[in-house]
């Protein structure tokens, strides 16, 4: 069974930095393809990235390209969310998840195909 754990959350001001990080159990972590979503209070859950297995393929919400960059390190089964220039609307619980696969460079825009959730993580941006 696969688990991940994400850390990094916090406070910040706006225009600040953090960097999220989503660490798996799994020994072989390019098996599984990623995306990070978020949910803030009153709005519905939304997809803010996702990387493929050996990160061929990546795409990014349009509410966070150019500030957000994510990434994965399969040797430390760790995958990235670098957060920079936040803004307020960025304050959410943080998830990732992750599902299986065996092509390359699948990235799947469906919260149905994930299997494999955290417990996420706060993000809290005001002054």
Do not use: H
């Amino acid at each position: 069974q696969l688990q991940l754990v994400e850390s990094g959350g916090g406070l910040v001001q706006p225009g600040g930095s953090l960097r999220l990080s989503c660490a798996a159990s799994e020994f072989t972590l390019d098996r599984y393809m990623i995306r990070w979503f978020r949910q803030a209070p009153g709005k519905e859950r939304e997809g803010v990235s996702c990387i493929s297995r050996t990160g061929g393929n990546i795409n990014y919400a349009a509410s966070v390209k150019g500030r957000f960059t994510i990434s994965r390190d399969n040797a430390k089964k760790t995958v990235f969310l670098q957060m920079n220039s936040l803004k307020p609307e960025d304050t959410a619980v943080y998830y990732c998840a992750a599902a299986a696969t065996s092509l390359n460079y699948y990235c799947s825009d469906n919260v149905r195909d994930y299997n494999y959730w955290g417990q996420g993580t706060q993000v809290t941006v005001s002054s």
